[in-house]
C-alpha cells in the first residue's frame, strides 16, 4: 500500500529519539518550494547534493595521494562516501535523523579545493587580504550560490538544518539570519555526528593508506597507545611476520574504525544519560553551556590524540607528501596569476559574477572548483610553467 507524506512523518516521528532533528522540523527553505508527496526534506537534499557538479568533482580531488599515485588510495570522494556511512551508522544507533546526517556529510567537502590541505593554504594566502578561503565556508557558498541546477533559485535550496549542520564554528561565516539562528540554536547532534566521523574516518584511512604505500612502518604504528587495543582485535593469522603489508594494512585500517566508532557512540549514550537530554532545545542549552556532548571516552581520546598527532608528523609532514602538496601549491599560485591578467580564460558563467563578486573571488571560486587533472590541464592548456607529476 502506498504510503503518503503525513504516512511518511508519522512512521519517522515513531523511530526518531526526542532529541533528534524531524523532517516536520527542517527549518524551511530559502526558496518556497512545494513539497514532495514521498520524499522527506532531508531525502530531497541527500539526493540534490549527490546529482551535484561539485559532488561530482570530489573523485578527482586530493585526500592525501594525488589520483596520479595509484588508483586505490582515499580521494575526496571516496572520504566523503565513508563519512557518510559513518555518520548514518552512529545516527541510526543514537536514533538520530539518519538523512539529516548523510546530507551534511555528503555536502561536508564540496567546497575542498584540489590538492588537499595544500591546496586550500594556498587559496588562504591568495584571498587573505579580500574575505579569505576556508573550505567549509565554501561548501556553503556551493551549496547557497555556485550551484545552477535550477531555473528559479542560485544554489541548491537545501533545508535551514542541513545548512546549519555545513557550517562548522569559527568559519568566519558572513552576517547573516542563518548565522544567527547557528549561533543561537547551535548545532544540531546529527551535525555534531558528522564532524566526529570526518576526524575518525580521516585517521583511520589515512592510518591505512600510509601503511599500504610505505610512507608508515607498521613497527611506528605498533608504539602507539591505540596499539594494544588493534592487536587484541587483529586475526591470529594476520600476526605473522610473513603477512602481505596489504592484508595487515587495511586490517589495521578497519579494526581502528571500528574501535572509535564503538568508543565514541558508547560515550555518547552515557553523556545524553546524565544529562537527560530529551529534546533537540536540551542539545540547544548544552551546546550554549559549552557542554561536549560528542566526544570519546577519556582513555581512548588520550589515544586518538596520539594518533593524529602521530599521522600529522610522520605521514601529513612525509617528504613525499610534501613534494606533492608543493607542487599543488605551485599549480594554484600559477593558475591564479594567469587568471588576474588574463580574465579571459575563466569560464564565461564565473565572469558573469565579477561586477558582483569581483575578479579575485571569482578566480577563487573557478580554481577552488577544480579536480586536481583539470588544474594541471589547464597549466599545460594555458601555456604557463608546467612540470610533471
Given at each position: 500500500?502506498?504510503k503518503?507524506r ?14 533528534a ?6 527549518g ?42 595509484g ?77 545552477r ?53 580521516y ?10 604505500s ?56 552515557k ?119
Open positions: 500500500m502506498k503518503g503525513n504516512e511518511l512523518l508519522n512512521d519517522e516521528e515513531k523511530i526518531l529519539a526526542p532529541y532533528v524531524g523532517s516536520r522540523n527542517f524551511g527553505r530559502a526558496y518556497e518550494e512545494p513539497e514532495h508527496p514521498y520524499r522527506l526534506p532531508f531525502q530531497r537534499d541527500k539526493d540534490r547534493i549527490i546529482h551535484s557538479h561539485a559532488f561530482k568533482r570530489l573523485e578527482y580531488k586530493t585526500q592525501v595521494f594525488v589520483y596520479s599515485e588508483d586505490h588510495f582515499r580521494n575526496r570522494l571516496t572520504h566523503t562516501l565513508e563519512v557518510a556511512g559513518i555518520s548514518k551508522t552512529i545516527s541510526k544507533v543514537l536514533g538520530l535523523n539518519e538523512d539529516l546526517s548523510e546530507s551534511i556529510a555528503l555536502a561536508h567537502d564540496l567546497g575542498h579545493s584540489p590538492f588537499g590541505h595544500a591546496g586550500q593554504e594556498a587559496l588562504a594566502e591568495l584571498m587573505k587580504d579580500i574575505g579569505g578561503f576556508e573550505h567549509n565556508k565554501q561548501s556553503l557558498r556551493v551549496v547557497q550560490k555556485l550551484e541546477r535550477y531555473p528559479n533559485f542560485p544554489g541548491l535550496n537545501l533545508c535551514e538544518e542541513t545548512l546549519l549542520g555545513i557550517m562548522k564554528h569559527g568559519g568566519g561565516y558572513e552576517s547573516s539570519n542563518l548565522l544567527e539562528v547557528r549561533r543561537t540554536l547551535g548545532p544540531s547532534l546529527e551535525a555534531m555526528i558528522v564532524d566526529a566521523s570526518d576526524e575518525i574516518t585517521s583511520a584511512h589515512d592510518l591505512e593508506d600510509g601503511l599500504e610505505g610512507l608508515l612502518q607498521l613497527e611506528e604504528v605498533k608504539g602507539l597507545m591505540i596499539w594494544k587495543r588493534i592487536d587484541e582485535s587483529l586475526p591470529s593469522s594476520e600476526k605473522n611476520s610473513k603477512t602481505e603489508m596489504l592484508s595487515i594494512s587495511r586490517s589495521i585500517g578497519r579494526i581502528s574504525l571500528n574501535l572509535m566508532v564503538s568508543d565514541l557512540i558508547e560515550s555518547i549514550h553523556i545524553l544519560t546524565e544529562y537527560s537530554v530529551n529534546s533537540r532545545e536540551s542539545i540547544s542549552k548544552l551546546y550554549q553551556k559549552k557542554i561536549k556532548i560528542v566526544q570519546f571516552s577519556e582513555e581512548f581520546q588520550k589515544e586518538f590524540n596520539e594518533l593524529k598527532q602521530f599521522l600529522f608528523q610522520n605521514l601529513y609532514r612525509h617528504s613525499e607528501v610534501s613534494r606533492m602538496s608543493e607542487r599543488g601549491k605551485e599549480t594554484i599560485y600559477l593558475l591564479f596569476k594567469h587568471f588576474e591578467t588574463h580574465p579571459e580564460s575563466i569560464p564565461e558563467s564565473y565572469r558573469n559574477r565579477e561586477e558582483e563578486d569581483g575578479r579575485m573571488r571569482v578566480i577563487c571560486d573557478y580554481i577552488a572548483g577544480m579536480t586536481d587533472r583539470y588544474a594541471i590541464e589547464k597549466l599545460k592548456r594555458e601555456g604557463i610553467l608546467w612540470f610533471p607529476y
